[in-house]
């Protein structure tokens, strides 16, 4: 299929502020600097992926992207499930999304009225592969949300960052997902099945190229943790040997935010889930990464079998 670069016009794109506690809480936490340092040439391509379903990978793009909107860092989130998007509801923008990307390479319309900006973050934008339950025709074939990155590179206001919400899985979704990625993030829980699928996609994330790799660990339990119930962070970076990008624990708050449709970064005060991807969002923009520490201070017994055997 011939492909015709969209038509692009301005964006203004001012930045949004936040609200004053929140700041204060990212600040104290950042050694006192209010904003990170940007590391890289612009825009930033990165999938946050996972493999298994249900880990939280759609809830940390959306905080993602709401954190870098809220920090004055332009950033387009692409739901790149054609077939079974969420994103928009985690944004709060479900009634407002009547254009996709796959309108804008059949011609319908232009990029920049398939993009839809989030009524509290003027740095925020959503743009959704297809409508629901709709297949994207195959002639776009995988090179898709590619031709997609390409052009708003092109865009007069071009975004710090494109985040591609990746579908679960690795069928042909998750390859046109990835094919414009120089970075993914890697989303997982404590737990063997999650961890497996992910050492998986970790794999075919690094034979297509992308090897800029790090993970989040998400609905972590100290306290199961402690009594040897969950594994920690610790482990499962070396299980997957990958650097660590944010550790989230379990926090009901996140029930609440996404069926409220706010992200949960925007919460004031701010949670402890929040506030992990708050710092999450500091470490990817600055290209940094954290340690991963055990809960207690003593090294606990390594139990034989378990956790690790799975892995051979």
Known sequence: MAFTPPRLLPLPLPPAA??????????????????????????RVVVVTSGKGGVGKTTTT?????????????AVAVDADAGLRNLDLLL??????????????????????????????????LLCLSKPRSKLPLAFGSKTLT??????????????????????????????????????????????????????????LECDGIKDIKIIVNRVRPDLVKGEDMMSALDVQEMLGLPLLGVVPEDAEVIRSTNRGVPLVLNDPPT????????????????????????????RPKKKGGFFSFFG
């Open 92 to 125: 709060g923008l479900e009634n407002r999304v009547h254009l996709t990307a796959a309108d804008v390479l059949a011609g319908d319309c232009r990029l920049d009225q398939a993009l839809v900006r989030h009524r509290a973050l003027q740095d925020l934008h």
């Open 62 to 74: 959306a905080n993602l992207a709401a954190s870098l909107a809220r920090l004055g860092l332009p």
């Open 147 to 204: 031709w997609v990155a390409d052009a708003l590179r092109r865009s007069p206001n071009t975004p710090a960052f494109i985040l591609i919400d990746c579908p679960a899985g690795v069928d042909a979704g998750f390859v046109t997902a990835i094919a414009p990625a120089e970075e993914a993030v890697l989303v997982t829980t404590p737990d063997i099945t999650a961890l497996r699928d992910a050492d998986r996609v970790a794999g075919l």
């Open 18 to 43: 936040a609200p004053a506690s929140t700041r204060a809480v990212s600040a104290r936490h950042h050694g006192g600097r209010t904003a990170p340092e940007l590391s890289g040439p612009t825009p």
């Open 272 to 299: 402890p889930a929040g506030l992990a991807l708050d710092q999450a969002t500091w470490r990817l923009v600055e290209r940094d990464v954290m340690t991963a520490v055990m809960v207690e201070e003593q090294e």
